[in-house]
């Protein structure tokens, strides 16, 4: 099986990055993936350690993996075979980013240890770990050098986190080779991410690499495995209105309250559980001129 390590990784979407790797249809290959911080957090780091993130360094993808026969409007086809993650993860409020950016305002970092398939939360409550590549894409048609950050019609940093062992994902080929790139491992997320952050860590995927010729992709397409489907009764919350992201806000802060209320969480550590626990879905999008957005969780982690 080729391998890549995590050390083989670049901070910008470019398609003129050398691939580090070629790989041909049918090949099963193993990534090395670096959390988000690019190293700069470790399982003894302090809020403090945040104010001095380099963030040229944040968010590095492995790659890029050339793919022998992939041409412009091919679609790459990634079979996502196994994911383990590491046995830590961070969770943080990074000022200026996030949904509710505006009101949490300063720096918190929060670590949650991983075993046996179970999250212990920095608060306390357990999740199980579901594992999920945050970013995954292949380089643009278009030249130049493009942020890791937004992700785009290539993929990228998608957060979507049913991207993860079982599942199968579709990426639009931009260039010859597709120039396939990787990172971001998260050993759970909710739906939205609310925070800007999930349980960020360090993982080694599995993957199967195939080509559909000729299948001109608008965006990504994803078929889910079963195992990142969440089951259960849950507790939501809901915004409504014309706007879906104040809609989306609007959610997120009742739910942020509804945790403290019922669990005497403080604001910022209730923030953070929804960004790793709760989904935000689009409820409604038809009823002219307001929308609904609900935001779920397990209503166990509130008893």
Not at 13 to 41: C, K, R, Y
Not at 172 to 200: F, K, N, R, W
Not at 237 to 266: C, W
Request: glycine residues 10%; proline residues 6%; hydrophobic residues 45%.
């Amino acid at each position: 099986m080729k391998h890549l390590e995590r050390t083989q990784t670049h901070g910008v979407w470019d398609n003129a990055i050398a691939p580090v790797l070629h790989v041909a249809p049918g090949d099963t290959i193993e990534v090395e993936l670096e959390n988000a911080s690019g190293g700069q957090l470790a399982a003894d780091s302090a809020a403090s350690a945040l104010s001095t993130l380099d963030f040229a360094r944040i968010n590095p993808v492995t790659g890029p993996i050339f793919v022998e026969g992939a041409k412009p409007g091919d679609a790459l086809v990634v079979e996502i075979l196994h994911l383990e993650v590491d046995a830590w993860g961070w969770t943080a409020n990074i000022p200026g980013f996030g949904l509710l950016a505006d009101r949490f305002t300063e720096p918190a970092l929060r670590i949650s240890r991983i075993a046996g398939g179970t999250i212990e939360l920095f608060t306390g409550m357990r999740l199980p770990s579901v594992p999920m590549i945050g970013t995954i894409g292949v380089a643009p048609a278009e030249p130049g050098a493009f942020s890791v950050v937004p992700p785009t019609r290539y993929g990228g940093n998608m957060d979507i986190r049913h991207v993860g062992a079982g599942a199968t994902l579709y990426l639009p080929v931009g260039v010859d080779g597709a120039l396939l790139s990787l990172g971001d491992g998260h050993a759970a997320q909710g739906d939205g991410e609310v925070c800007g952050t999930a349980i960020e860590t360090t993982a080694v995927a599995t993957l199967r690499i195939s080509l559909d010729r000729d299948r001109h992709l608008p965006a990504p397409m994803l078929l889910t495995d079963e195992r990142s489907q969440r089951r259960g009764r849950a507790f939501a919350t809901t915004g409504v209105g014309p706007d879906l992201f104040a809609a989306a806000r609007d959610a997120t802060s009742a739910l942020v309250a509804e945790i403290v209320r019922r669990t005497s969480l403080s604001d910022i550590d209730a923030y953070l559980v929804a960004s790793v626990a709760a989904d935000l879905k689009i409820s409604e999008i038809v009823d002219v001129p307001n929308w609904v957005v609900s935001l779920h969780i397990d209503a166990a982690l509130l008893d």
